[in-house]
Structures are given as C-alpha cells and as structure tokens.
C-alpha cells in the first residue's frame, strides 16, 4: 500500500505521517480509517530525514498483510478445529468444546499480544517513508 501524507512530527527515527482519505477508501473499508475520519495518523520509519512539513510516500509490505491475517483470522479457527478434535475424542461432551474454544481463543490472542509487540517495529509491518515528494516551507 502506497499513500501520500503530510510529516506531522519526528519522533527520533519516526515521523508522524498525516494521510487523507481518498474516495475509495469509503468503499472498500479495509484499512485503519475510522467511518467517519477525513484523514490518520500513521508512525513511519524516517530514513529519508523527513521534516516536519514535508509531503511524503508512505509504504507498507504486503507480505506483512498476510501474515497478519493469517495470525489473527486462520490459526483460531485452527485451534477451534483442534479443540473440536479433542473435545470428540476424549472428553466426548459437547460443552467442553465451547470452554476448549475460549481458553485457546483466548491464550492465543495472549500470545499475539506479545507477538505484536516484537512484530511492531519490523520492516514488513511498519510503514516506512519511501520517498520525499515536496519539502515543506520552513518558518526562518
């Protein structure tokens, strides 16, 4: 994903990257923009010595979409499947398929978390600036 925004602030080697809504962010409805949101916030790695002002390139790796969507969406329904296994196998009532569920729901989004956490900084789940397209005016 390729965006253009505004350089909002520096924060050591990120910069806060205001991006406008484009009209077709209003039909697809799979990024961070809120309903109601003209514009976002995004933290970007700074490795072009962006300036506050400046109008820049945002990029995010595709890679780091999947990956994400597989973490969040396809391994719990794999431990859903699992704890399906399990409850039919050796517990063999069906209440303990739903208590089975929730506890490895919940123990993997735990786990997530702290995914995250380390995942956060990474190339492929960052949004870097890739390009500096017009520097901003500077207050002399």
């Not at 520096?10 to 809504?21: E, R, Y």
């Not at 990024?31 to 109601?36: A, E, G, I, V």
């Not at 870097?128 to 520097?135: G, L, M, N, P, R």
Request: glycine share 6%.
């Amino acid at each position: 994903m390729k965006e253009r925004g505004i350089v909002t602030s520096l924060d050591g080697k990120h910069a806060m990257v205001k991006v406008d809504k484009r009209d077709e962010c209003s039909k697809c409805g799979m990024c961070l923009f809120p309903k109601n949101a003209s514009s976002i916030d995004f933290r970007a790695k700074n490795k072009l010595n962006a300036q506050v002002g400046d109008l820049v390139e945002i990029e995010t790796v595709k890679d780091g979409k999947l990956l994400g969507a597989i973490l969040v969406f396809l391994i719990p329904l794999i431990l859903i499947g699992l704890s399906a296994v399990i409850t039919y196998i050796f517990i063999k009532k069906e209440i303990w398929l739903l208590i089975l569920s929730v506890i490895f729901v919940i123990l993997w989004y735990t786990i997530l978390a702290v995914i995250d956490k380390r995942l956060k900084n990474s190339i492929n789940f960052s949004p870097q600036i890739t390009a500096v397209i017009e520097k901003g005016e500077k207050d002399e």
